[in-house]
């Protein structure tokens, strides 16, 4: 998680949501991609972290299917997000922050409960929660703050 806190910082650098997402071999604890969120730099509304993450690993792998690895990303996944999780088959998923607005796996859609989910991941969220939320909440703060004197 710590990894995926430091590509968050780095995309809150870029002025994007700092979101961090890192795809991890969990038996052999190699680290097989690593992202940021990057769709205001991509011009592309799918470039949230996870995305960018399981296809950096995908193309790494030379395979789309990624199965027993395990995905770490500060934030709740979102509906777009689970389901790519799911189609890439990631075996695992861990979170940092709850998302109750955008997210999409214990809030909101819940992808992975909905009987048409092809490929349900084990989920852990709340690692390492106090500091992507306030890594969330100092952003957004700052945004805030600069859209008042605009």
Same mark, same amino acid.
């Given at each position: ?7 968050? /910082? ?103 409960? /909905? ?36």
């Amino acid at each position: 998680m710590r990894i995926a806190l430091a590509a968050a /910082q780095d995309a809150a650098a870029r002025g994007e949501t700092p979101v961090g997402a890192v795809v991890v071999d969990a038996a052999s604890g190699e680290v097989i991609a690593v992202a940021g969120n990057s769709p205001i730099s991509l011009s592309d509304p799918t470039a949230h972290a996870e995305v960018l993450a399981l296809r950096a690993a995908a193309a790494r792998l030379g395979n789309y299917r990624l199965t027993d690895l395990t995905l770490v990303v500060t934030l709740e996944p979102c509906a777009m997000c689970a389901g790519a999780i799911s189609h890439a088959r990631i075996g695992r998923v861990v979170f940092g922050a709850d998302d109750p607005k955008g997210g999409g796996v214990f809030h909101g859609a819940r992808v992975f409960d /909905q009987p048409t989910c092809h490929w349900r991941p084990s989920v852990t969220g709340g690692v390492l929660a106090d500091e992507s939320s306030a890594m969330l909440k100092s952003f957004f703060r700052a945004r805030r703050g600069k859209e008042k004197t605009a």
